[in-house]
């Protein structure tokens, strides 16, 4: 089972907002709501920020948003702050392999 | 309150195997699934299996079936798992993490350091 396709990275300046993608296959992505996002700072263990494409756990700020097109997810991060800077990984229940993850994006904070 | 408790961690010699262990604590231990997840140095999250402690056959990622197995300690919610056949290739950060059976990892373990080296 391939990795899902993020961007290797993404940058954007304090307020703004950023979109990272996860692109798949109908076999993935596109055929399941089953989509989670995870942020991840350097030495520490990874947080979901949203589940099922678009669910946020209690207690993550309303500035993390999901959301599906076609075999494409999406993680917008609105008014982007310094501590928002990490790496962020998406992830799938696929057919062939209960789940997989994509490559990962670094995130930027200009 | 909820935790994933590892240990097993360590060097081991090229060809060997490793078990690593997660208890958990805090919650229900037969209501969620446990993954186990793995990070190489400065590489992104690699799934590798899961585990419903209420019963059922793991699933196993392809690249790893043949050398990976997961089991179920119920006495003490433990969920432990054994990597064979190691090379340099398999060192990493492992992780076991609880969620559904189709993601959403809302704990996560402290990560297990494995380090292969003859």
């Known amino acids: 089972q391939s990795a899902l396709t993020q961007p290797a990275s993404v940058s954007g300046s304090p307020g703004q907002a950023i979109t990272i993608s996860c692109s798949g296959t109908?076999?993935?992505?596109?055929?399941?709501?089953?989509v989670s996002w995870y942020q991840q700072h350097p030495g520490k263990v990874p947080k979901v920020l949203i589940y099922?494409?678009?669910k946020r756990p209690s207690g993550v700020s309303n500035r993390f948003s999901g959301s599906k097109s076609g075999n494409t997810a999406s993680l917008t991060i609105s008014g982007l702050q310094t501590e928002d800077e990490a790496d962020y990984y998406c992830?799938?229940?696929?057919?062939?392999?209960?789940?997989?993850f994509g490559g990962g994006t670094k995130l930027t904070v200009l | 309150q909820m935790q994933l408790l590892q240990s097993g961690a360590g060097v081991k010699k090229p060809g060997a195997s490793v078990k690593l262990s997660c208890t958990a604590s805090?919650?229900?231990?037969?209501?969620?699934?446990i993954h186990w997840v793995r990070q190489a140095p400065g590489q992104g999250l690699e799934w590798m299996a899961k585990?419903?402690?209420?019963?059922?056959?793991?699933s196993y990622a392809q690249i790893f079936k043949g050398r990976v197995s997961v089991t179920t300690e119920m006495s003490t919610s433990t969920v432990n798992m054994e990597l064979s056949g190691l090379t340099s290739e398999d060192a990493a950060v492992y992780y076991c993490?609880?969620?559904?059976?189709?993601?959403?990892?809302?704990?996560w373990g402290q990560g297990s350091l494995v380090a292969v080296s003859s």
């Open positions: 993490a609880r969620g559904h059976y189709a993601g959403n990892l809302d704990y």
């Open positions: 805090g919650y229900p231990f037969t209501d969620f699934y």
């Open positions: 585990i419903s402690p209420s019963g059922g056959t793991p």
């Open positions: 109908s076999t993935d992505v596109g055929g399941y709501q089953y």
């Open positions: 099922d494409v678009n």
């Open positions: 992830s799938s229940y696929t057919t062939s392999s209960p789940l997989v």
